[in-house]
């Protein structure tokens, strides 16, 4: 995915925003950053925008979003308990009407046999209490993976939430 087409995601989703005058937050750990970026690369998105968190340690993702300790050493950080939570804390944190949480294994190292490299967990949520979440396993190199990872969060945010605005 060009930087082109990330860019067309981002536009299409902030239009959807504004029209409905509803916010956005994000709560990343792979992606480091770079829905927010996406995001925020389009003239105007403080009016749906409402902030990033950037949540690549354990400990970030405790204290700034309020996942679980118990959850992050039970199920591992790339899981869909952990980005659930994750999806919650930063809707909680942000005052936001939708989140999306991306969790996941971007490589080169770090893959294992029950979660290989490329393996990224999505959880998506909105103020009105309706959440989904995903798993995908993407196939490239580092920058292929969290490029892969930013525009299908982007893409699925606005086909589930807010194809129909």
Not at 107 to 122: I, L, R
Request: glycine share 12%; aromatic share 8%; net charge negative.
């Amino acid at each position: 995915m060009s930087d082109g087409e990330l860019m067309q995601l981002s536009e299409r989703l902030g239009l959807a925003l504004k029209a409905r005058g509803a916010t956005v937050t994000a709560a990343e750990s792979c992606t480091g950053g770079w829905v927010a970026k996406a995001l925020t690369d389009i003239a105007g998105s403080s009016a749906w925008f409402e902030r990033g968190f950037v949540t690549y340690s354990n400990e970030a993702k405790s204290q700034t979003i309020g996942v679980s300790e118990e959850t992050l050493a039970q199920h591992g950080a790339v899981s869909e308990p952990v980005v659930v939570e994750m999806a919650i804390g930063a809707l909680k944190a942000a005052r936001a009407d939708y989140a999306v949480a991306i969790s996941g294994i971007a490589g080169p190292d770090g893959g294992s046999a029950g979660k290989p490299v490329g393996t990224v967990w999505f959880a998506f949520a909105s103020a009105r209490g309706e959440g989904i979440t995903r798993r995908e396993c993407f196939t490239g190199d580092r920058e292929s993976v969290r490029r892969q990872a930013t525009a299908y969060a982007l893409q699925t945010l606005w086909q589930h939430f807010l194809q129909n605005t």
